[in-house]
């Protein structure tokens, strides 16, 4: 009886030596680190996609032990190609870890996926260890807006994907986080999310009105007391198109939602747009915004920022043209930020396309020496292949080595690329890039 069950144990045991699935770990061959968004695609069409460590658990009945040729590809990065112009590798699946290396083509290195369920899904099918825990149940999440308030960092996305029904929430969703260097941004923000009583992401702009309710122009000014107040531009929408309402509303820290001060005519111009950013004038402080150049601008107090005729339009903001720095062709932005930087003293922009190689996928790099511009020339910074990655924005608070490596993030979508493949997981979310601004691939932006 005690040798038919040591048999009956082993037997089982070599079974799930079997169905243990192998590591496989896709990693950028300068840095060493993994890299997200990776496809992994075997002869039968079988893809895997790295997570935001850059692992695949590679676990397919039948395939597992044996000899597996992966395709591979990646936006922005590139496997070498064979004679046959196959760009892949052939892996013994027999166990253990199996590393590839990836050239990257993009002057921007992707660090992980922000928002969203299973961003480190494939180490821990892997038995391996995640850096962040809470999702909020958000399974997607569009354009992003932050603001440091009450020394935390506040986090604002627009539409938000739901688990248990294709309609999400559609009133703004919010989280908030701690700052560096309580974290370290290169390894991924653990996100405190504003949630209901499912643990759902809840409306940030509950305003009981039909129709989406987006917010922009965030940012913090301090009141006429000194209190510190967290400002945005809301817009009440039926429509991308179709505009109901708009105005600017104000944070209330009890009730932790926005709350309207001001509605706006809907023809209204000046007002808090894009994404903000301070800058000082003598001994005045304005907040600019940038859409993706500056067009708007009001002095830096809560005040001025609820009165809506304390804006005024800024000369030249309205043109977001720029030259590739290599080729001299026109570039049409669409959105980005602005950001001083130490270590450039220059004004640096991260923007987005309009057309290009990809429809709203190409991100471009831009200085000037005014917060207006103008921005002369740009260098392309990341790529996509037929998908978009829109409304990108560069968190300056992450600096690191005095400006030197800053980090930026945007939205990963199919929505408007024409791609009817949308990536699982990744889609309809939030990636998170690094650059380091002493690349000198960067050097050609900053010529006249």
Partial sequence: ????????????SLAAAQTKPMAIHVIDEDTGRGVPLVTLTTTNNITYITDSAGYVAFDEPGLLGTKVYFTIASHGYACPADGFHMRGVALDTSGGEATIKLRRLNIAQRLYRVTGQGIYAESLKLGR????????????????QTAIYHDRIYWFWGDTNRPEYPLGQFSTSGATSEMPPKIDPSSGVNLQYFTDKTGFSRPMIPLGKPGVVWIDGVVTVPDKDGRERLVCHYSRRKSL???????????????????PVVELPLDAKLHPRGHAFIVTEGDAKFIYFADPTAKVRVRATYEAMIDPAAYEAIPGGDDPMTTDAATGKPVKLHAGSICWNAYRKKWIMIANQIGGTSILGEVWYSEADAPSGPWKSAVKIVTHDQYSFYNPVQHDFFDEQDGRIIYFEGTYAATFSGNDHPTPRYDYNQMMYRLDLADERLHPATQP
């Fill in 1 to 12: 009886m005690r040798s038919a069950l040591l048999l009956v144990l082993f037997i089982c």
């Fill in 129 to 144: 260890d995640a850096p962040i825990d809470n999702n909020g149940r958000v399974m997607g999440q569009d354009s992003v």
């Fill in 241 to 259: 198109a179709e505009e109901l309402e708009q105005g600017v509303a104000v944070f209330d820290d009890e009730s932790e939602v926005f709350k």
